[in-house]
């Protein structure tokens, strides 16, 4: 049983704005975005806050789906799965390939991620979020392999909100938006759901906190940012099609699975005239913790993690003289975690034994140096180069026995570290309708805690090296017909090497390759003044290129095969209609092409377009009414499909659903 005094209190927030709406004169805002500038070569996508709020997304995929070559699978309840420009990636591979950041900032360490780490951000309210696709620039270094996403807080020269949701799965919501101060802005949002499977209540809380002071010269913002998630989770539901059979998608054959988890984070932006250029200090501190049952593993046994950490990104721009503009920064995180895996059954498998599977720490450190110039080569042609140098290092300790214990290898205690370089280099040749741009750059990342020690039986310590993704990219951005057509377009080819993946199987391979090609491409037309059409649309081919020959029990990947779970095709549209003044009406499509489902390419999921509807309209200044209808016509089809463990399985898409709300803006 939830309690709903928060909800409560936001439902006489939301029909009380007269009193709100006489704080003193709001700040202009200030710019916090991943200072990559507007018009740097490579593919980057804003979602900007009136998108954010006509969504209200109630989980991150129904809101980032909106950008190109974005995949994210919604599994159950909050969990989720990413993918941008790239498969969609478990394990960890899935933690340390997409780089999240709010306001600039990383908001976990690098060698500490989590597939479900998009749980954290507060996007319910976001300003904007800023999409990368394709491996980020020199300053962002471990983990911006296949892209980042970058989560804008509203501060308080945002136009203030208060909303109150209800949907037909039994999903109630609301957030909130207000400024405490002329300076200052608190965020707020409450979720409880229900679940429509079977034994899946969810309660959600998140709160943030944006203020700007002037502090002996410096320019200063202060964030602090929190989350809480207390989830009842549902496990696949398995057997050919079985996401075809609605009522076996409604029930959950693991009931006692769960997920805990909260967040907090607190950051400055401080920056300063020094010299001929600008200082910008970044320092923040991060903490974590989850605990949750394995239902995706045979005999699921209970994980429980956590890390602290704490960073300064440091970086100091200036032109000294002539067309050349640098950017230099240096960055430092330090960071001590644990992770402890219990099996607290006895089961019928040998290789998932009773009792203490791993129990670690681990202490990291890294350091990085990285520079950046933008060359004015001629009025319309710059030049833009980057090089980055970035060390990580790791102290493990185990409290567990070491040696085999079933599927499970416990190393001893060791120290291990990474170095590496991530060069970058981009031409922009700006036109009086945009501009086109080539881009080279290397992402990389340094392992995950857990990729070095989680290990499995048939690994040996010290195999795994750094993850490294080669990108060539070519596009073009800009508007046309008398700026009625936007768009931005690219071609894109990539090559991964040491990729380090899990197999069909849940076993892990330290040093696989890969290729991936497409094109992505967005594009808003305005048809008239009251009508437009939004999309974006992505193609891909992304194979393996190494072989993998049958031994024991691994799963035989062959060079040539498609990556499983890379959909070739994936669109999005939207359909915007100002019917009156006070009345729009949107529809929207969600498209996810056909895709293997298993390395070895033997099962194939088909694929599935979904429709949505919004209807807004405005009663008084300030004051909407809406609907939400997700999955217009009752489509069966799955979230997520994959082979596991020999077994065909499925995370089934919700049922046709409506959300009825009232949003004010003041």
Known sequence: MYHRTGLAALTALLMAPAALAELPQRLEPVEVYSDRPQQAAGARSVLDATLISETAADRPAE??????????????????????????????????????????????????????????????????????????????????????????????????????????????????????????????????????????????????????????????????????????????????????????????PNPEAFRDAWSARLGARLSRELGPGTLTLLPNIHSQAMIFSQHFLPYGGVEKNAHTGGSVLARYEFAPTGPVQWRLGADTDFATGYLREIQPDPNPSPNFPQGIHYDYTVDTAVFALWGEADWQLTDNFRLLAGLRGETHGYDYTTRAPTGINGRFNVTPDRTDDFTFLTPKLGLVWDQSWGALYANYARGARAPQVSDLYRLQSLQLPGEIDTETLDSLEIGARGALLYGHLTFDVAAWWMEKKNFFFRDSDGLNVTDGATRHFGIDAEATFRLTDTLSATGNLAWSDQTYTFNRPVVAAQERIVDGNLIDTAPEWLGNARLDWQASPALKLSLTLDHVGEYFMDPANTVTYPGHTVLGARAGYVFTDGLEGYIIVRNLTDKKYADRADVGFGNERYFPGEPVNAAFGLTKKF
Do not use: C
């Open 63 to 252: 809101i980032l789906n909106q950008a190109p070559a974005v995949n994210i699978q919604m599994n159950s309840g909050q969990e989720h799965l990413i993918s941008i420009r790239s498969p969609v990636l478990t394990g960890g591979a899935g933690q340390g390939s997409f780089l999240i950041l709010e306001n600039g900032v990383p908001i976990r360490s690098p060698a500490f991620g989590n597939v479900n780490s998009l749980i954290e951000p507060h996007h319910e309210v976001a300003d904007a979020i800023e999409v990368v696709r394709g491996p980020g620039s020199a300053k962002y270094g471990s983990n911006a392999v296949h892209g980042l996403l970058n989560f804008i807080l509203p501060d308080a020269g945002s136009p203030q909100s208060a909303r109150l949701s209800y949907s037909t799965l039994g999903r109630l919501r609301g957030d909130a938006s207000v400024n405490l101060s002329a300076s200052t802005r608190l965020n707020l949002s409450l979720m409880e759901d229900d679940g429509w499977r079977d034994d899946t209540g969810s309660q959600q809380q998140k709160l943030s906190l944006v203020t700007q002071a002037d502090l002996a010269g410096w320019d200063a913002s202060f964030w602090l940012a929190a989350s809480s998630l207390n989830q009842e989770t549902a496990s696949f539901i398995q057997g050919p099609d079985a996401y075809k059979d609605r009522d076996l998608s409604e029930t959950n």
